[in-house]
């Protein structure tokens, strides 16, 4: 019981416990922040035509060779080809189209000359066609044209399994016509805070109780990393109430469950021995500040993690077990921290275990600064919300001087 595991053990035990969740195609339109569970080619070539960048002339290059401002080479316009429309016939020799951007390149010509560069100089304002252009500059072939395919080819890799789609994915999809995609279901997380202290915001403040927040924090991490959240209350530190809510969980198919509090050795601790009595636990003891005890196991068929209580041990305790989890649920690989390397703007000193210390980072000059963001105390929920940062100090290190460089993960969007 008194054996320290590592941080890095524990995640790692952790995550074997756990594989992406199945698939199911969605709509495009709700296909946002999905998962996608199989790469997706390009089913045609984009763009699918050749066409025009710019407002101007579709011209064959060669006859504008001798184009000048003084001496205007002149082509007879024989088509207009505003975008959406096509033109069927073929520019030859001494011709020209009228073409609006995104508008076909139409056959026989290689270039667009822009409109700025002929004898109706402004923008196109909406007049009618002219008889014929004065091209005022040379264009070699292939100047302002986009040709078929030159995004992507039919049948190249596009997005790869296990993306995240954002918006401009999205869009690409939408420009190769897809309808929907296969992606990951929403991991379902179940979220409770056992404790008889703990009452609701709403309810009185009587002696003795303070409100949960733990559940908050859980609840809108969990959110916030693309779950779907089933909020299952509050128990009191009372077997029957504890087991009600692991039934519950299993009821609704959860992937997880997800809690705080009341693991430890405490004799009003019923978590452990509801688990025990219907699946496995292990509780552990982290070598980390905050957040030490830790709880991993399963209620009949459902892993249970169960986190340190205190608010900031049971935030921190998110960042470093779930979050890697929930990410692996989701089908993503391996989480990425976001963190950069911070020299720190005060003396640090700690205890020894690895340290996850609240701090405030801000750059100047290139150069990330981090400074503590106050009471390091594990329920002080104050200097966490003044903190965009977890300061990371690695285990067997007490002290540290002004300067000493550290991983710092950023916190906030
Ligand atoms: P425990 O793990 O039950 O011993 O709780 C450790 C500390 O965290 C105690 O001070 C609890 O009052 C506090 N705590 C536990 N759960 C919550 C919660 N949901 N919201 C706020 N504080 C909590
Ligand atoms: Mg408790």
Redesign the pocket.
């Known amino acids: 019981m008194s054996h320290l595991i590592s941080v890095q053990e524990s995640l790692e035990r952790i995550l074997t416990a756990f594989s992406p969740v199945e698939t199911e195609a969605v709509p495009l339109r709700e296909a946002y922040g999905r998962v996608l569970s199989r790469p997706v080619t390009a089913p045609f070539d984009f763009p699918p035509f050749t066409n025009s960048s710019m407002d101007g002339f579709a011209v064959i290059a060669a006859d504008t060779l001798p184009a000048s401002t003084d001496k205007p080479v002149w082509l007879r316009t024989v088509a207009d080809i505003p975008a959406g429309s096509h033109f069927d016939g073929s520019i030859r020799p001494g011709e020209a189209a009228r073409i609006m951007t995104g508008a076909p390149l139409p056959e026989g010509a290689d270039a667009v000359v822009p409109v700025e560069s002929t004898h109706i100089g402004a923008r196109f304002d909406g007049s009618a066609m002219p008889e014929k252009v004065g091209i005022l500059q040379p264009v070699s072939p292939g100047d302002n044209v986009r040709p078929r395919g030159q995004d992507v080819r039919a049948g190249a890799p596009v997005l790869s399994a296990g993306t995240a789609l954002r918006p401009q994915d999205i869009g690409m999809l939408a420009s190769l016509g897809f309808t929907s995609v296969e992606v990951h279901r929403l991991p379902r997380i179940t979220v409770f805070?056992t404790?008889d202290?703990?009452v609701q915001p709403g309810e009185d403040l009587t002696p003795g109780k303070?409100y949960?927040?733990?559940?908050y924090v859980l609840r809108g991490l969990t959110r916030q990393s693309g779950c779907q959240v089933i909020d299952l209350g509050l128990a009191k530190d009372d077997p029957d109430q504890v087991r009600a809510l692991f039934e519950e969980a299993v009821r609704q198919q959860a992937d997880l469950i997800l809690s705080?509090?009341?693991?430890?050795v405490?004799a009003y601790?019923y978590v452990r021995q509801v688990i025990e009595s219907e699946g496995k636990l292990s509780l552990w003891r982290v070598n980390m500040r905050p957040g030490k005890p830790l709880t991993f196991g399963r209620y009949q068929n459902v892993p249970f993690l169960g986190l340190?209580?205190?608010?900031v041990s049971a935030f921190v305790g998110y960042q470093v077990f779930v979050l890697p989890v929930l990410q692996k649920l989701r089908g993503l690989p391996a989480l990425q921290r976001r963190s950069v390397k911070a020299v720190t703007g005060e003396p640090i000193r700690t205890d020894g275990r690895e340290s996850y210390l609240r701090a405030r980072v801000t750059v100047e000059g290139g150069i990330y600064r981090a400074v503590l963001s106050g009471h390091q105390g594990s329920?002080n929920l104050f200097s966490l919300i003044q903190a965009n940062a977890l300061l990371i100090v690695p285990s067997g290190v007490k002290s540290l001087p002004i300067g000493a460089e550290l991983v710092a993960w950023l916190l906030d969007e």
Not at 308 to 311: D, K, L, T
């Open positions: 805070s404790g202290e703990l303070i949960d927040s733990n559940s705080s509090a009341g693991v430890s405490g601790d340190a209580g205190n608010p329920g």
